[in-house]
């Protein structure tokens, strides 16, 4: 049995309790949630079936104790203080956050010179495949083929362009050779003028409940490459993350992404 530390009751924390309950193979060790939101918590987990013994904490050192590998849904501000926790406590950290920032990041890398350390912006699977097919795109088309990413993600979702956006951006320009930061085009109110020649030019909808879709073009003037991936459940992210936990927990101490498990 592979016990699963759960930081984040969200939607997303919410979908990878109910993968737990259905998996013969997973036990839910802990969940942690922000200081003063243990009750809320505990009443939606209730609701999915949660047994009351499984504890609800706001330290994440405090529900790490009896678990083999953690996986963090929770807000951005709490990547360090979780990175840091498990790096001390020695369990292997599967981390799906995005809108990280500096320090988040750097929390992620330090930490994984002690512990295997996984991290997606997207925890999806077909993701991770299309951010290998965007990367051969990029590096046989080149730069006489424009290139632009579409994502719309459900009126919630607070980070735009999406981090998947972002991270299908980078792949593309590596693939061309390029530094991401300088052909990274997103006129979000419409003052930056038009695009240069080379840029990858995003564009963002907010609309509904739409769990997520990231098409990455490619055009020249004769013909025009499109690849798509569109969310249909989000317990494909779910699904995602506790297949890289189980995956991960055997890994060296290290920096891991989804590509490494799909290799």
Request: charged share 20%; aromatic share 4%; proline share 5%.
């Amino acid at each position: 049995m592979l016990r699963i530390a759960l930081i984040g009751a969200g939607r997303m924390g919410q979908a990878i309790v109910s993968e737990i309950a259905t998996s013969p193979d997973l036990i839910l060790a802990g969940v942690c949630v922000r200081e003063g939101g243990e009750s809320a918590a505990i009443t939606r987990l209730s609701a999915l079936g949660v047994s009351p013994d499984v504890p609800v904490l706001s330290r994440p050192q405090d529900i790490l104790r009896n678990a083999d590998v953690v996986v963090d849904f929770s807000l951005p501000d709490a990547c360090e203080s979780v990175a840091n926790a498990a790096g001390r406590q020695g369990i292997p950290l599967v981390c799906g956050l995005t809108g990280i920032d500096a320090r988040g990041r750097s929390a992620l890398r330090d930490a994984s010179a002690h512990i295997p350390v996984l991290y997606e912006r997207n925890m999806s699977l077909g993701i991770a495949v299309m951010q290998g097919l965007v990367r051969q795109a990029a590096s046989v088309l080149g730069s006489d083929f424009s290139a632009s990413i579409a994502e719309t993600h459900h009126r919630h979702k607070r980070d735009a362009p999406s981090g998947t956006a972002l991270q299908l951006g980078e792949v593309l320009a590596a693939g061309r050779g390029q530094p991401f930061d300088s052909v990274y085009y997103y006129d979000q109110d419409g003052t930056l003028g038009p695009p240069a020649a080379g840029d990858i030019v995003y564009s963002v909808t907010r609309q509904g409940e739409n769990p997520g879709e990231h098409s990455v073009i490619f055009a020249s003037d004769n013909e025009v490459l499109e690849l798509t991936h569109r969310v249909t459940n989000r317990r494909v992210f779910a699904q995602g993350a506790l297949r890289a936990a189980a995956w991960l927990v055997s890994q060296p101490a290290g920096y891991y992404g989804l590509s490494d498990l799909v290799a």
